[in-house]
């Protein structure tokens, strides 16, 4: 197979991290047969200091062009006061190529526990998938500021929910049957507009599916008290944006989280959870996992490449499982972002070649 895979390492450990993923993406290539032609293209900070745009146009039509997006992070502090922010460019591409769903899977590992603060026995079995609707709400709603005053505001139509609430059933059906949509009906409208549209949605079409609902405040708490008992969780942008993180306590750092980012059609743009992290960019030791697991996802939501994905999921745990662990998961240690990547490029080759003997 051959495909187009464009490359926005961006700012801060974006970079890094990618170098990484994109290690195990070639190797991927020599052990399956696959050809990933690479092709980089600027975001975020450095492309406001290199065209004054968060996201110049040229990075649009690569990304139009390409099957899959791989993307590092943005974001500076040096830009925090100024009307063009690095984020504005992840929020515009995510617009512009309509990826209005976010799928952010959180599992723990068996060796992470140590990492968590949560005690152990919370850990066991956690098992989730936050689907974030991506392209609505807030970050995308009428705003303002003046000197005093400013305003956000929050829009949602039954359309954008019912799409986004839709995939979550899907996935559902062939996991464990049960979503929990996050809102805030007690307060808002925008929510329950969301409430009634998740729960027409599961009535009339996914009959099998167990919907429940939950308040976005209660569902912060279950989400360190009980997090086993939870299996897809569908919640509007910035619920899912805040809940994301709060769950990457539970897997030990924010470090592992990947991401996908789908719309209609194979393409899609994968990422991990993480940011920029300027604190340690350039310093070589960003924890490279939730870049390698997006292109796992990579392979499997854009390609369709299942036993790849699942070969690069094999090989990160495996990695784990032998103790390469980044200094986010155990600061006493000595894991460089090259040395993980390179602990899974090992395990990689060696399930391949186990597989053919
Ligand atoms: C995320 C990030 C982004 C978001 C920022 C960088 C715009 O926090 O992907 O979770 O808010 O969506
Ligand atoms: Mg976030």
Same mark, same amino acid.
């Given at each position: 197979? /051959?495909?187009?895979? #464009? +490359? &926005?390492? $961006?700012?801060?450990?974006? *970079?890094?991290?990618?170098? !990484?993923? @994109? =290690?195990?993406?070639?190797?991927?290539?020599?052990?399956?047969?696959?050809?990933?032609?690479?092709?980089?293209?600027?975001?975020?900070?450095?492309?406001?200091?290199?065209?004054?745009?968060?996201?110049?146009?040229?990075?649009?039509?690569?990304? /139009?062009?390409?099957? #899959? +997006? &791989?993307? $590092?992070?943005?974001?500076? *502090?040096?830009?925090?006061? !100024?009307? @063009? =922010?690095?984020?504005?460019?992840?929020?515009?591409?995510?617009?512009?190529?309509?990826?209005?769903?976010?799928?952010?899977?959180?599992?723990?590992?068996?060796?992470?526990?140590?990492?968590?603060?949560?005690?152990?026995?919370?850990?066991?079995?956690?098992?989730?998938?936050? +689907?974030?609707?991506?392209?609505?709400?807030?970050?995308?709603?009428?705003?303002?500021?003046?000197?005093?005053?400013?305003?956000?505001?929050?829009?949602?139509?039954?359309?954008?929910?019912?799409?986004?609430?839709?995939?979550?059933?899907?996935?559902?059906?062939?996991?464990?049957?049960?979503?929990?949509?996050?809102?805030?009906?007690?307060?808002?409208?925008?929510?329950?507009?969301?409430?009634?549209?998740?729960?027409?949605?599961?009535?009339?079409?996914?009959?099998?599916?167990?919907?429940?609902?939950?308040?976005?405040?209660?569902?912060?708490?279950?989400?360190?008290?009980?997090?086993?008992?939870?299996?897809?969780?569908?919640?509007?942008?910035?619920?899912?944006?805040?809940?994301?993180?709060?769950?990457?306590?539970?897997?030990?750092?924010?470090?592992?989280?990947?991401?996908?980012?789908?719309?209609?059609?194979?393409?899609?743009?994968?990422?991990?959870?993480?940011?920029?992290?300027?604190?340690?960019?350039?310093?070589?030791?960003?924890?490279?996992?939730?870049?390698?697991?997006?292109?796992?996802?990579?392979?499997?939501?854009?390609?369709?490449?299942?036993?790849?994905?699942?070969?690069?999921?094999?090989?990160?745990?495996?990695?784990?499982?032998?103790?390469?662990?980044?200094?986010?998961?155990?600061?006493?240690?000595?894991?460089?972002?090259?040395?993980?990547?390179?602990?899974?490029?090992?395990?990689?080759?060696?399930?391949?070649?186990?597989?053919?003997?």
């Amino acid at each position: 197979m /051959r495909s187009l895979i #464009a +490359v &926005l390492s $961006g700012d801060g450990v974006g *970079p890094e991290v990618c170098e !990484q993923a @994109l =290690r195990v993406l070639e190797k991927l290539g020599e052990l399956y047969g696959h050809t990933f032609e690479v092709r980089r293209a600027a975001i975020g900070g450095e492309a406001i200091d290199a065209a004054d745009d968060p996201l110049p146009a040229a990075t649009v039509e690569l990304c /139009r062009d390409a099957d #899959a +997006v &791989l993307l $590092g992070a943005v974001g500076h *502090p040096r830009f925090d006061g !100024q009307d @063009l =922010r690095p984020e504005n460019g992840l929020l515009r591409l995510r617009s512009e190529l309509e990826l209005f769903v976010n799928l952010r899977p959180i599992r723990t590992h068996e060796s992470l526990t140590d990492a968590s603060p949560i005690r152990p026995e919370y850990l066991h079995g956690v098992d989730l998938m936050i +689907v974030r609707e991506l392209t609505g709400g807030l970050y995308y709603g009428e705003r303002g500021r003046d000197a005093d005053r400013a305003f956000d505001t929050c829009v949602y139509t039954r359309a954008e929910i019912a799409r986004v609430v839709r995939i979550a059933c899907q996935m559902a059906g062939e996991r464990r049957q049960l979503v929990t949509s996050v809102d805030k009906a007690n307060v808002l409208d925008t929510s329950r507009l969301w409430r009634e549209t998740a729960s027409t949605i599961a009535a009339d079409e996914f009959p099998d599916i167990t919907l429940e609902h939950g308040l976005v405040d209660s569902m912060a708490m279950h989400l360190v008290t009980r997090p086993a008992d939870f299996d897809i969780i569908v919640t509007e942008n910035m619920f899912g944006d805040i809940l994301s993180d709060e769950a990457a306590v539970l897997v030990g750092s924010l470090g592992m989280l990947p991401s996908a980012s789908l719309g209609i059609g194979q393409r899609g743009l994968y990422e991990p959870v993480h940011g920029s992290a300027p604190d340690i960019a350039g310093q070589g030791v960003a924890n490279p996992y939730a870049a390698i697991l997006s292109v796992a996802m990579l392979l499997r939501h854009s390609l369709g490449l299942q036993a790849e994905a699942a070969a690069v999921e094999a090989a990160v745990d495996a990695a784990l499982h032998d103790g390469f662990l980044p200094r986010d998961l155990d600061s006493t240690g000595a894991i460089d972002t090259a040395i993980a990547g390179s602990a899974v490029l090992e395990r990689l080759q060696a399930t391949a070649v186990a597989g053919k003997a």
